[in-house]
Nanobody, 127 residues
Framework: QVQLVESGGGLVQAGGSLRLSCSAS????????MAWFRRAPGKEREFVAS????????YNVPSVKGRFTISRDNAKNMVYLQMSGLKPEDTAIYYC????????????????????WGQGTQVTVAS
């Protein structure tokens, strides 16, 4: 079992930056793809970015490309989401997730592939 705890959310002005952190415990962190999802008010939860278990590849949705960067530190069991150029439409609860599969390389943007979730951290971007 992998337990995940997010931190780093808060209130920021449009154009500002935040770095979200996710601490993992239990299981073998380095064997799992990791991802960030978000749920905006009144919307379904959506995929934001993922990073492979090998730390060799990342994938972002087009709406955050060039603004958000996902990274991980397998030695510290941490995954990060560096967010810059924030927009009001980025306002959401951000969730860290771990792929329920080991060493997977496909479907990294599918919510159903992720079996472990944090409690979420609120990000609010003021205009």
């Amino acid at each position: 079992q992998v337990q995940l705890v997010e931190s780093g959310g808060g209130l920021v002005q449009a154009g500002g930056s935040l770095r979200l952190s996710c601490s993992a415990s239990g299981g073998t962190f380095s064997n799992h793809n990791m991802a960030w999802f978000r749920r905006a008010p009144g919307k379904e939860r959506e995929f934001v970015a993922s990073i492979s278990w090998s730390n060799r590849s990342t994938y972002n949705v087009p709406s955050v490309k060039g603004r958000f960067t996902i990274s991980r530190d397998n030695a510290k069991n941490m995954v990060y989401l560096q967010m810059s150029g924030l927009k009001p439409e980025d306002t959401a609860i951000y969730y860290c997730a771990a792929d329920k599969r080991l060493y997977s390389v496909t479907s990294v943007d599918r919510e159903s592939m992720y079996g472990y979730w944090g409690q979420g951290t609120q990000v609010t971007v003021a205009s």
